[in-house]
């Protein structure tokens, strides 16, 4: 049997439309190369996670120096010097006073965890947060996953969770547009806060750009409005930087472009350039509120991940690689928006840094072309670029490269996403 063959015999795929039809050897910077020789240029990063880029020289020699010293023995039952080293760095590279970490996984491990300390500090029980978000697959993340698609077949979830419009412009909930709405998405906080919750909210949780929900970008005074009204009730900011951390979207976090300071932020995915690891971040007086017995995990710290994470962050502040993410960004989004002019399936182009959404439509409507962005995708995969296809109407190509990628590879890039386009 063949690789394919056995996936559909013992790996449970049923969850998936489909695994993309590409049996992965090896891979390097942006490249990805099949087991028939054949490469890719990726634009996806495996869900927005390899920054540095594939196999990255000092991510893997840092990580295969610390396997031969120890692979595991619990950071919470002994000391670590990695998992120590890295919450550290992780202290000084995050926002205002954010200061101590706990280690995770991945990123749903994070964000539950984050949930149970806003609950621990505030001493209250419910959560906000935004239609269209995504915030992972275990039971409490679901619980704040604005999107029916996620959640089907697995209710009901955990009680006092409610939900805020998203501030998707493009399919604005109000109807109205930015600047003359004056951020009613963000303003409507007030009365969810009046009318959808028992006045006992521990938590607002949102990505600073939201990922699977289709790249949708905030406007930029929209956290400022948020962060006032919090702080009017005395309610936590969660920011989940799983998807938009470690340069991402041209600052180290995604939550920089906003000008807000979070409670508590949650990381996972880029962390360590593959390696797993997750981990949220608090101010000292809100960590310290979890008490003997209230939280744990096996495999959380593993000094392999917190070795990788360290060379991971070294390489990303050496070669500035946020500030190049930006640049490049603003350089391919020139390109796609010139694409916009010849084909009209495309609807908008938007995001920051190298996080960029193209939603897809059929008419002036904005009806969304979903199939249509299958087809793009299968037909950039044929020409050799493996972009990532999502949002809530399934309509938003997701263009998130390894943060490394050449402008020569992002031209390639355009240079076939136009032939696809055209093809269509
Ligand atoms: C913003 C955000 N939060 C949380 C998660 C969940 O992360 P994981 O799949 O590592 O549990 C994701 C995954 O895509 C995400 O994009």
Do not use: W
Not at 198 to 225: K, R, W
């Amino acid at each position: 049997m063949n690789t394919i063959e056995k996936y559909k015999k013992y790996v449970n795929i049923s969850m998936v439309e489909k695994v993309q039809p590409v049996v992965i050897e090896k891979a390097n910077g942006a490249i990805i190369s099949d087991i028939k020789g054949k490469n890719y240029i990726d634009c996806f990063s495996g869900i927005a996670v390899i920054n540095a880029g594939h196999c990255n020289e000092k991510v893997i020699e840092a990580a295969k120096a610390q396997m031969e010293k120890l692979v595991h023995c619990c950071s919470y039952v002994y000391y670590s010097q990695p998992t120590a080293d890295l919450a550290e760095k992780l202290a000084q590279i995050t926002p205002g006073r954010l200061q101590k970490t706990f280690f995770g996984n991945g990123g749903a491990e994070a964000i539950e965890g984050a949930m149970r300390l806003a609950k621990q500090f505030t001493g209250k029980t419910e959560f906000i947060a935004l239609q269209a978000s995504f915030h992972g697959r275990s039971y409490a993340t679901l619980s704040v996953t604005g999107n029916n698609a996620r959640k089907r077949r697995g209710g009901p979830y955990m009680v006092g969770c409610t939900f805020l419009p998203a501030p998707y412009c493009y399919r604005c909930f109000f109807e109205l547009e930015y600047p003359k709405c004056r951020l009613r998405c963000a303003r409507a906080l007030e009365d969810i806060i009046r009318f959808n919750t028992y006045d006992s909210v521990a938590g607002f949780i949102a990505e600073p750009l939201l990922g699977e929900g289709g790249i949708i970008t905030p406007p930029d005074d929209y956290f400022l409005e948020i962060e006032k009204i919090l702080k009017k009730h005395e309610i936590l900011l969660l920011i989940d930087e799983v998807q938009t951390g470690f340069g991402r979207t041209g600052k180290i976090f995604g939550i920089e472009h906003y000008g807000v300071e979070p409670d508590i932020m949650m990381m996972a995915k880029a962390i360590a350039d593959g390696f797993p690891l997750s981990g949220f971040i608090a101010r000292e007086e809100i960590a310290d509120s979890f008490k003997p017995g209230d939280h744990l995990s096996t495999f959380g710290g593993n000094p392999v991940s917190c070795a990788a994470a360290i060379a991971n962050i070294d390489f990303m502040l050496e070669t500035n690689l946020a500030a190049q993410a930006f640049e490049k960004g603003e350089f391919l989004k020139k390109e796609l928006e010139r694409l916009a002019k010849r084909h009209k399936l495309i609807g908008e182009i938007r995001g920051k840094g190298l996080m960029i959404g193209i939603e897809l439509v059929r008419d002036s409507q904005r009806t969304p072309a979903n199939t249509e962005g299958s087809k793009i995708r299968d037909i950039c995969l044929e020409l050799g670029v493996l972009p990532g296809l999502g949002g809530v109407f399934g309509n938003v190509l997701r263009i998130q490269p390894p943060l490394v990628i050449s402008k020569g590879q992002l031209e390639e890039v355009v240079k076939i996403l136009d032939l696809a386009f055209s093809k269509i």
